[in-house]
């Protein structure tokens, strides 16, 4: 037995495990990712926008926790979502491949099957282009400077008709147009508003936190494939789960059928004979 046992292990590690079939026509099924994935975002951007009354808490460790929490949270979703439709299309893979041993062509094809990229395209539809501004406004952050702000309307309305007055006011009265640049960075911003409460001023560190909004937006993505690519191993752990489930239920089944067996209809242990054997024995014997 000791001498077996090495090559028997030898030959378990030779086995590979057959790898999953991938879709070979997988495009049909990014679009609906996308949109689930796009529906999560705009979950996530109101989410930050309720979340950034926390900015009222002075603590700032605590403000951070509960920041950090928030991010946990969302980040959590997201790779559950990758999870969720990650193992559904693992189980359609082997659907597929018994469909095919069967003998038997699907009419609907492979499209539903696992593959990665859906998971990548996907990605990209959604944070493709928030990636691209992203990293914009971090190749082109400046650091906070303090701009002036619009004279009281008393002080306009009562001296107004003095130029003694008004005159060395004229550059707070000047009013900035907001710019594209502006509005890109405000789209930025949505995005990145659960991560603002972990930064202990965001206003002065507002050049930090450009130069960190291509990081920080994409940790979505990248959770939501991780938890995508995790799909065929959860998989392969049910079809592990489920065939020690029926191993057990079918020694359970025999146990209980060898029970049957031992005991007679009355109830009573016969070991493998019966009461009316030995009547007819004692019979014959008389």
Known sequence: MTRNEPAAKKQNAKKKKKPLHRASRWGRQVPSMALKLLSITVATVVLGLMFSALQSIGSYWLRAVLSLLIVAGLLLIHYSEGLSKGLGDAQASRAYERALHAGQT?????????????????????????????????????EYTYTLQDLPAWLTSGYSA?????????????????????????????LELIFINLFEDPLTMSAAIDRLSPLMIATYPIAYVIGYLRGPAHSAKEVAMNRKAKKVAVRKA?????????????????????AQDDQKKRKELI
């Open 106 to 142: 699907p009419s609907e094809g492979d499209s539903g099957c696992y593959h990665p990229l859906k998971a990548v395209c996907a990605s990209l539809c959604v944070y493709g282009l928030p990636l691209l501004l992203a990293a914009f406004i971090a190749a082109t952050a400046r």
């Open 162 to 190: 003095r130029s003694d007055v008004m005159a060395p006011l004229a550059a707070y009265a000047q009013q900035a147009g907001v710019s594209v640049y502006e509005i890109l960075r405000v789209l930025v911003r949505l």
């Open 254 to 274: 025999q146990k209980s059928h060898l029970a049957e067996e031992l005991v007679g209809g009355g109830g009573d242990v016969h070991y493998g004979h019966k």
